[in-house]
């Protein structure tokens, strides 16, 4: 198989049917013997399944991933890349977002020896200032408590080796942020600028606590910095408080101790929400720590449709 195409879906109804005939057409005309499109169902509450299973009857190329409920698109991302056969494998949003026909530019500079080549947004048109403005922050945040450098703008839009696959399968996290991932797995790496369309049909399936939840496993799992700011903290903390503590003796030898409940209110306040930030940060790691230990699977898959039945 020369090429799988990976398309998470979730509620995605309206552009379902046309993203599958673009992704076909861009396909068709591509530089490839075979293909095969992944479609993956994350727990669609609309009529999602019900068109995939008639995508399916009509063309028995199709593969139907049907997760077992709502997983996220990081996970639901996964999922179709387990079941991927290709030598090369391109990941695109099902609300075409990122325009399929870039795949055969994109498969030239992977053919030329690159890697990862990731789609890089230039243009976001239908983007709103505050999504815009908060994505600009969460990349530069990133940036600074990461260990490995992760380019902005990218999404997970891109085409990669079967190489890269491999390498990526063998990473077990739950917590997944995958451009972070593959960042992280290195070998040649390329961005490719393109211009970001609108949502074809619907709304954004990342509302503002997913979007946040998706920052948080994005620091916590590529550093643990937030743990060592902590610990400045401590420091500045403990220093403070014994320049306090001369203070303290100096004005109770100089007999010019004051009712001072004020200061004291401060002091007592500062350093209670200074200890409980420090015992958030470190409750979020060991959060994250017991979610890995228990190890469950990262999916179930309910229903595959595929020719042959097999999952990979
Ligand atoms: N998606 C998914 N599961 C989810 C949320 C989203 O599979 O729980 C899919 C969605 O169908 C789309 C892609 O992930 O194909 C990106 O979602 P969306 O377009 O809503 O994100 P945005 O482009 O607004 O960041
Ligand atoms: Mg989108």
Known sequence: M?????????????????????VKAACDSAPVDS??????????????????EKLWAQDKGIVIVDLSRNYGHQIALTAGL???????????????????????????????GVDVVYGQRQIR??????????????YRILSWLSDIPIPENVGDFRLMSRRVLDQFLAMPEHQRFIRG????????????????????AGSTKYPLHKLLQFA????????????????????FGTFLAFCLGLLAIWTYFGHRTVAGWASLACIITFFSSLQ?????????????????????????VKTLLREDGKAA
């Open 276 to 300: 409980l930030i420090c015992i958030g940060v470190i409750g979020e790691y060991i959060g994250r720590t017991y979610i890995e230990v228990k190890d469950r699977p990262l999916f179930i």
């Open 82 to 112: 387990f079941h991927a056969r290709g030598e090369y494998i391109f990941i695109l949003d099902a609300d075409l977002q990122d325009p399929p026909e870039l795949l055969t530019p994109m498969l030239e500079r992977a053919r030329a």
């Open 35 to 52: 293909y095969e499109i992944i479609l993956i169902n994350d727990g669609s509450k609309d009529g999602t399944f019900a068109i995939m």
């Open 216 to 235: 948080l496993d994005a620091i916590s799992g590529f550093s643990i910095k937030p743990l060592r700011i902590s610990m400045v903290f401590a420091i």
């Open 125 to 138: 048109d239908g983007e709103t200032l505050f999504k815009l403005g908060s994505a600009a922050a969460f």
């Open 181 to 200: 991932m593959i960042a992280w797995i290195g070998f040649r790496q390329e961005a490719f600028p393109y211009k970001r369309d609108p949502r074809f």
């Open 2 to 22: 020369d090429l799988s195409v990976v398309i998470p879906c979730y509620n995605e109804e309206e552009s379902l049917s046309e993203t599958c005939r673009r």
